[in-house]
């Protein structure tokens, strides 16, 4: 193969995998419920995200006040490409009594926190 072949195979291949990765887009946040177990919180939050692997993956979810103060965060430490959409949970959330409700946040590797949130009513 010619080094103007290999360098034209290059490019496209390096534009596909980038034009994949680009057309990824946000992660969205499905579904999210919280359960109020001895006096913290369990958050369970559907995830779907076009996961297309390391490189590109929603790889985090927090709950936040409306305020924006971080309650809690459940770290996604690999991509789900072939579980869409995935439901991850997180316990021990400690949430003032002042607060009926909270906002979810995601984020991925490529596009940071999306700007669709998703807001959960707490039931005491």
């Not at 992660?27 to 996961?51: C, K, Y």
């Not at 021990?92 to 979810?104: H, L, N, R, T």
């Amino acid at each position: 193969m010619s080094r103007g072949l290999k360098s034209f195979a290059f490019v496209c291949l390096f534009s596909a995998v980038t034009i994949g990765t680009a057309l990824a887009g946000e992660v969205v946040i499905e579904n999210a419920e919280a359960v109020q177990q001895n006096g913290q919180w369990r958050f369970s939050v559907t995830l779907s995200h076009d996961d297309t692997g390391w490189d590109h993956y929603a790889d985090l979810w927090q709950v936040l006040t409306p305020d924006g103060d971080l309650l809690g965060e459940r770290v996604l430490l690999h991509p789900h490409v072939n579980e869409q959409p995935f439901t991850r949970s997180l316990g021990g959330v400690k949430i003032p009594d002042d607060i009926s409700k909270v906002i979810i946040r995601a984020r991925d590797t490529v596009h940071g926190f999306a700007e669709e949130t998703f807001e959960v009513t707490l039931t005491r």
